[in-house]
């Protein structure tokens, strides 16, 4: 089991701390319902310390991360940062991942933790064109500042403009007293906010001064619980759980990351796909009655026949309803239809709804 560089500062908080992804992380600390509102009306931090990252260099880095990636990474400017993914050759996903451009010829991916080891292994075996690659996961910390409050609890600490930063720019500046950290308006909670990208040696120090900084702003420690529900209040994927290898980003709902006017791995076949359309869909849906569906409940028709699989399930705390996204056929994924949740012995009649689930 991985620690992070401020575990002992999790176990110190109170943290309920569990092993995830090959690390000991903590899922919370007050409870989820607690930390998911304080994201949603305040300010809240993440250590995500676990994640993946890889510096990708050189004259030959774009045409490796082209190849690799579904996205058009040619579109990056120097300061932007793409949402992607990694396809395999057989129709399915290794992984989701962001791609930031911090200069020409010089590129940071950033994926999922469960997925290090495999993620660089597949990137390595079609590095055919001899891009430099670093792996820096050990050596670096993630911290995701997020909620409304985030830009205006947090500007004391830097001279960027944390109000002005565009959804998906990043600058590297000062933060907190540590030269040369990237600062990205990035996050997955649908609140806005900030991630922190820094050395393992500096982000203790960071840390602190962030919760110096947040005392005025209500700001609290949040564990991955919370993160679980408000990016699925969204309707954002998790790795693992919505896509994995053998779900394609078209039945994904990721055709607008899956840009054909390059060459990528299994585009041909991706693009046959949508092109004829996805046999199924992975949808959003609420519960008519009172329940919570979870992970690999069935999902069925009315005559109790199983249609499709939920993939990720929880009760939202902002809505005060169970909600879920699973893969159900192609002509059932319309918003208004109607489809049934078994939940134990109990079928639970639910409706298919547009993405996200909280409207903000």
């Keep these: 089991m991985q620690n992070t560089a401020l575990t002992e500062t999790h176990i110190s908080l109170g943290a309920k701390m569990v092993p995830f992804a090959g690390f000991n992380m903590p899922v919370s600390y007050e409870g989820v319902t607690v930390e998911h509102e304080t994201v949603r009306k305040a300010v809240g931090v993440f250590d995500v310390s676990h994640m993946g990252e890889f510096l990708i260099t050189g004259p030959n880095a774009l045409d490796l991360i082209q190849k690799v990636t579904t996205n ?42 469960s997925n290090i080891k495999k993620d660089w292994d ?3 075996s079609h590095n055919t064109m001899n891009a430099e690659m670093r792996d820096l996961s050990d050596d670096y910390s993630l911290l995701a500042i997020q909620g409304p409050l985030a830009a205006k609890a947090m500007q004391s600490l830097t001279s960027v403009d944390l109000e002005g930063m565009k959804f998906y720019t990043f600058e590297i500046a000062d933060f907190a007293g540590i030269e040369h950290v990237i600062i990205s308006a990035t996050g997955y909670t649908g609140s806005g906010g900030f991630e922190i990208y820094c050395k393992n040696s500096e982000v203790q120090q960071i840390w602190d001064k962030v919760f110096e900084a947040g005392a005025d702003f209500g700001i609290k420690p949040i564990g991955l619980a919370a993160r679980d529900t408000l990016r699925l209040e969204m309707g954002y994927c998790l ?27 299994n585009a041909k076949a991706l693009a046959e796909e949508k092109e004829k359309g996805a046999n199924r869909k992975l949808v959003g849906f609420e519960l008519d009655e009172r329940g919570i569906p979870r992970h690999d409940y069935d999902i069925v028709d009315n005559q109790g026949n199983a249609i499709g699989i939920v993939t990720s399930g929880t009760m939202s705390p902002s809505l005060g309803k169970g909600i879920g996204l699973g893969y159900v056929p192609t002509d059932l994924a319309k918003p208004g239809t109607k489809i049934n949740i078994q939940v ?16 903000g």
């Design 72 to 113: 058009d990474a040619s579109k990056l400017t120097e300061g932007k940062a793409q949402y992607s993914c990694l396809p395999n050759d057989k129709g399915g996903i290794v992984d989701d991942l962001i791609v930031y451009k911090i200069a020409d010829e010089k590129y940071l991916l950033v994926v999922n933790a």
């Design 122 to 124: 597949w990137i390595s």
């Design 239 to 265: 790795y693992g759980n919505d896509i994995n290898d053998t779900t394609s980003p078209i039945e994904a709902g990721l055709s607008w990351i899956t840009k054909f006017s390059k060459d990528f791995i």
């Design 344 to 359: 134990r012995k109990k079928a639970i009649p639910a409706t298919i709804v547009k993405l996200p689930f909280y409207k």
